[in-house]
């Protein structure tokens, strides 16, 4: 499977739209997903907000709980790759991160100090 880097720059706002849940595989056993360094792999709902009111949500993977990621909190997401899956008549796109972390806040606005009339 080939891996495709996304310029996360190019996307817009990024917003977690799902809380990190750890993956589950196999429908019968539902174990959980572990990469192959033992960390177990979440799933990450992103929005991703373009142009205007065109909103688009992706589930992103990544080794390990993503830390201060909840419902809502703008996000950065560093080393996205895409990759294009198909099984049988099924086929889509995945994406994976090496990390998903909370955006910094914004820095507050310098007031002006007046010298007062």
């Known amino acids: 499977m080939r ?3 996304v310029d996360t720059s190019r996307l817009g ?3 977690c739209a799902v809380a990190p849940e750890a993956k589950l595989t196999g429908t019968e056993m ?3 997903k572990k990469d192959q360094d033992g960390n ?12 205007g009111r065109r909103v688009s949500v992706i ?15 703008e996000v950065r997401i560093t080393g996205l790759e895409a990759f294009s899956w198909a099984m049988g008549d099924r086929h889509g796109i995945s994406f994976r991160a ?16 007046g010298g007062g009339a």
């Open 30 to 32: 539902k174990e959980v």
């Open 3 to 5: 891996s495709i880097p």
């Open 13 to 15: 706002v990024l917003r």
């Open 59 to 73: 589930e992103v993977a990544v080794a390990g709980q993503p830390t201060g990621v909840a419902e809502g909190v």
């Open 98 to 113: 090496s990390a998903i972390t909370p955006a910094p806040a914004p820095a507050p606005a310098a007031s002006a100090k």
């Open 40 to 51: 177990t792999i979440y799933t990450v709902g992103v929005m991703v907000r373009q142009e």
